[in-house]
């Protein structure tokens, strides 16, 4: 379903965060442009009173100078309020009105363009410097009605208080603020529907490499595992997805390879002994014989079934080798006392050639490790350097301690394995062309190599032709448990 598809997630995801965004940065515009405006509206308020105000203090200093000079009072105060509404009205603006009161609230005078007359407003016990109010009585412009801020000043001059008092419509503060909202009313919808097509796009360009990479993955069979993924050029995660894609499929087709060559390898060693068994078994159907005959036909074919039980032992010690829970049976293990009892083992057969099988100065080692399996591990590297080594050759089998591990080195002056061949000896079934001819299956290293592996060691080879060979095994001495 789309909805569960990564498109879709991607795309919501992505129009939701760039969303809230933007609502976010909408909310602080309109909060910003409120302020600003609300700051300028209040300012021209403030700029219309102080003139007024200033007009107030110089007109009672020239009443209090025409006081001396004799004028009446009467004409002294007529002028007065001349001067005071001139002022209003000079100040005045379109949807500004201005009001002048005496300390006792008692208006002295207007513009003329207000609708009507309004009371000072009671913003504080003692009317502060400057105060500003927002009242929800409106004047009507038009059909229209608006709300109305209203800013008094306090004037006092040689004891006399006067309060001017200037009211001005908020409709052109909400206009402006209107029209703000409703740009980003409009915006704030079309943007995020531009939004989630350039995300779709976006998501679906950002894919594009994964989908290819799906189709190709899909394409690829246990039949052509070596077909490989295009790598994207950019160095992203698409390239890096694709090449552990690659990767993986070098692996698989290794596997699957070294699977068929074991199906193949195990075909070819099985078919010699049953071949064997067969014509033995129909050369003694053929005719009635002797016991004597009878009995060699089954001593040859015991034989072969116990070279056959030799090879599925040893595919069942490697398959168990190969498995996480290798079934190895750890303990302490006293190293020179091995190694003495495989020299002993051997013995017999170097005396039949004559070869000088030796355990030269080594340290006394303790580690932890499967004694069987250590044992076996040793045991087919000592037989094998008898088996090749030629007659009144030497053997030496030498451990010695580094650091946290221990290194067990069997040098041999046999014939040596070619450079070519030193990269497969410890693969199932090869052997090296000078041992075809003698008996085996080619399973013997790839044993020492797992056992090896198992308990978390390394086995390395050193060789020359004609200069014999020289095995190096290295295990830890504590064993470390996953």
């Known amino acids: ?86 002022a209003a009205e000079w100040s005045r603006g379109e949807g500004v009105f201005i009001q002048i009161f005496q300390h006792d609230g008692k208006e002295l005078t207007r513009s003329s363009n207000m609708p009507f007359p309004r009371a000072l407003e009671d913003l504080s016990p003692d009317l502060g410097r400057s105060n500003f109010r927002d009242s929800p009585v409106a004047f009507s412009f038009g059909e229209e009605a608006w709300p109305l801020r209203t800013f008094v000043l306090r004037v006092d001059k040689g004891g006399t208080v006067y309060f001017i008092q200037v009211t001005a419509s908020l409709r052109p503060l909400l206009v402006k603020l209107g029209r703000i909202k409703t740009v980003l009313l409009i915006f ?25 990479m799906t189709k190709a993955m899909r394409q690829i069979t246990s039949r052509n595992l070596k077909q490989r993924i295009a790598v994207p050029s950019a160095n992203d995660e698409n390239r890096r997805l694709a090449e552990t894609f690659n990767d993986m499929l070098s692996r698989l087709d290794k596997a699957f390879s070294l699977q068929q060559q074991l199906i193949q390898d195990v075909s070819h060693e099985l078919r010699t002994p049953l071949t064997v068994l067969k014509g033995k078994q129909e050369v003694a159907l053929n005719k009635r014989r002797s016991p004597v005959e009878y009995e060699e036909v089954l001593s040859v074919n015991l034989e072969e079934i116990d070279k056959m039980n030799a090879l599925v032992e040893n595919l069942l010690v490697l398959a168990r080798m190969d498995r996480a829970e290798n079934e190895l049976q750890l303990k302490r293990v006293d190293l020179l006392p091995l190694l003495r009892r495989v020299i002993e083992d051997a013995r017999p057969q170097a005396e039949l050639k004559a070869i000088a099988l030796r355990l030269l100065a080594s340290d006394e080692v303790s580690l932890e490790a499967d004694e069987s399996q250590l044992g076996r591990v040793v045991s087919n590297i000592v037989d094998n350097a008898v088996k090749y080594t030629s007659d009144r050759g ?65 086995i390395n080879v050193a060789s020359e032709p004609g200069q014999g060979s020289t095995f190096i095994i290295s295990l830890p001495l504590i064993y470390a448990q996953d």
Not at 420 to 427: A, I, M, N, S
Not at 436 to 448: A, E, Q
């Open 1 to 86: 379903m789309l909805i569960n598809s990564i498109y879709f997630r991607m795309t919501f995801w992505y129009v939701l965060a760039v969303g809230l965004i933007a609502l976010i940065l909408s909310v602080c515009l309109y909060a910003n442009f409120s302020r600003v405006l609300n700051k300028d509206f209040n300012y021209l308020l403030e700029t219309r009173a102080a003139h007024v105000g200033q007009v107030v203090e110089e007109a009672l200093l020239d009443r209090t100078r025409d006081r001396r000079e004799g004028l009446t009072a009467a004409a002294s105060n007529a002028d007065f309020v001349t001067t005071l509404h001139n």
């Open 188 to 212: 704030l919808p079309l943007a995020m529907v531009l939004v989630m097509v350039m995300g779709f796009f976006l998501t679906r360009a950002t894919l594009r490499p994964v989908d290819n």
């Open 394 to 458: 030497q053997i030496a089998v030498r451990a010695v301690r580094r650091g946290a591990s221990v290194e067990i080195t069997v040098n041999d002056t046999g014939p040596g394995i070619a450079r070519e061949e030193l990269g497969r000896v410890f693969d199932r079934f090869y052997r090296a062309e000078k041992s075809r001819t003698s008996p085996g299956f080619g399973l013997g290293l790839s044993i020492v190599k797992a056992i090896v592996l198992a308990h978390q060691g390394t």
